[in-house]
T-cell receptor
């Protein structure tokens, strides 16, 4: 079945460091891929998305490229800030599946940025 | 416009009591989802509504859990005879449809069963 695997946290970086959070997936069909972010005390919110191979999603300095050949959607940011401290979830939505199980979330990666 | 609204934001209840959690989705969103997030864990899917019907209840952990949605809008998740293992944050999300539209989440209800 479909699945999403993302790197385990916590990830701790210094401010202005380069960030990569790895995400790989398996899917039956042709999924859309998403990164959601959960700031402390808040609900999840969409960070970025990509709907087909080679698409790049970007928002707030974060980027992720849909790589079909490696089945990956790694999240990157060139220079992180303290305000980026949050939990990041990789997710896919596979239209070939017939129920809400078509939306699959990874287990989340907690990111902490030191000033 | 308003986002997804959940109430209460926090609920402390005694073991064995029933609780009701409410979700008010974004107006016009036909799909509504309930997830559970335990401390340090990922998202556990509970149930999904398309309009007022629930085609997928596969995630409900036991028959103590039930949910309904009326008027294609507000949804209520009910947990009967709560147990300590039910303690978690219950998240509601809505989306425009059930295709590839992104989910819009509420801030969740933190349930603590003592």
């Amino acid at each position: 079945g479909d699945s999403v695997t993302q790197m385990e946290g916590p990830v701790t970086l210094s401010e202005e460091a380069f960030l990569t959070i790895n995400c790989t997936y398996t899917a039956t069909g042709y999924p859309s891929l998403f990164w959601y972010v959960q700031y402390p005390g808040e609900g999840l919110q969409l960070l970025l998305k990509a709907t087909k191979a080679d698409d790049k999603g970007s928002n707030k300095g974060f980027e992720a490229t849909y790589r079909k050949e490696t089945t990956s959607f790694h999240l990157e940011k060139g220079s992180v800030q303290v305000s980026d401290s949050a939990v990041y979830f990789c997710a896919l939505s596979d239209p070939s599946l017939s129920s809400a199980s078509k939306i699959i979330f990874g287990s989340g990666t907690r990111l902490s940025i030191r000033p | 416009g308003a986002g997804v609204s959940q109430s209460p934001s926090n609920k402390v209840t005694e073991k064995g009591k029933d609780v009701e959690l409410r979700c008010d989705p974004i107006s016009g969103h036909t799909a509504l989802y309930w997830y559970r997030q335990s401390l340090g864990q990922g998202l556990e899917f509970l149930i999904y509504f398309q309009g007022n019907s629930a085609p997928d209840k596969s995630g409900l952990p036991s028959d103590r859990f039930s949910a309904e949605r009326t008027g294609g809008s507000v949804s209520t998740l009910t947990i009967q005879r709560t147990q300590q293992e039910d303690s978690a944050v219950y998240l509601c999300a809505s989306s425009l449809d059930w295709a590839n539209s992104p989910l819009h989440f509420g801030n969740g209800t933190r349930l603590t069963v003592t």
